[in-house]
Each structure stands twice: as structure tokens, then as C-alpha cells.
Nanobody, 122 residues
Framework: QVQLVESGGGSVQAGGSLRLSCAAS?????MAWFRRAPGGEREVVAA????????FYARFVKRRFTVARDNAENTFSLQMNSLTLEDTADYYC??????????????????WGQGTQVTVSS
């Protein structure tokens, strides 16, 4: 059982930046960031394969976000720039054992963090 712990959420003004981090208790395969906006459903933000050779970004990212991982440290990050009000959400780190981005559905990811809140204000 892998435990995931997110950090780095907070409040920021529109146009600002935040960096989310996810610390895993052990090695993982594919990792992803999901988010759930108030009143919305959980949606994928980005996913990164185990060897960082395959990356997915949701269309709304529009080159504003960057994911990265350090397998030696079992960490996963999401650098978010040019944040907008629409980015306000709870952000979740997720992982699964397989190495590849096989799915972008939340129910296909076995391990989840507790979430970290991101609030963007005008």
C-alpha cells in the first residue's frame, strides 16, 4: 500500500503561481494530478508515466502547468503558472502500479492523497 501526501496548496491571486508536491511512501508507476472544483466532478489535470517518457495534460492547462517526478525521492510535482479563477479546486495526487498512462479515469488509480486546496482570487 502506497501512501501519498500532497503539499503546496494555498491562496494566490490570478496570474500567480503555485507548486504542488506529492510525496509517496514508496515507488509508484504512473502518477497523475486530478482536481475537483466546487460543485464539480474530479477531472484529470496531468499524468506522467513512471519513466517520464509519456505525459498528458488536460486541454485547459494550455501550457501553463508542468509535471515532473523524481523516482529516486518518490516525489511528484505540479508547477502551475498563470493561474485563473477557474483553477480554484481541491487538487489530488494519484498513482497506480502500472508504468504507463493507461487511463485518465479517477477510478483507474489505486492510490490517492488527501488533497490540497488551491484558491485563486481576483
Amino acid at each position: 500500500q502506497v501512501q501519498l501526501v500532497e503539499s503546496g496548496g494555498g491562496s494566490v491571486q490570478a496570474g500567480g503561481s503555485l507548486r504542488l508536491s506529492c510525496a509517496a511512501s514508496g515507488p509508484t508507476g504512473v502518477m497523475a494530478w486530478f482536481r475537483r472544483a466546487p460543485g464539480g466532478e474530479r477531472e484529470v489535470v496531468a499524468a506522467l508515466s513512471r519513466d517520464s517518457d509519456s505525459i498528458f495534460y488536460a486541454r485547459f492547462v494550455k501550457r501553463r502547468f508542468t509535471v515532473a517526478r523524481d523516482n529516486a525521492e518518490n516525489t511528484f510535482s505540479l508547477q502551475m503558472n498563470s493561474l485563473t479563477l477557474e483553477d480554484t479546486a481541491d487538487y489530488y495526487c494519484a498513482a497506480d502500479a502500472g508504468p504507463s498512462i493507461r487511463s485518465l479515469r479517477p477510478d483507474e488509480y489505486r492510490y490517492w492523497g488527501q488533497g490540497t486546496q488551491v484558491t485563486v482570487s481576483s
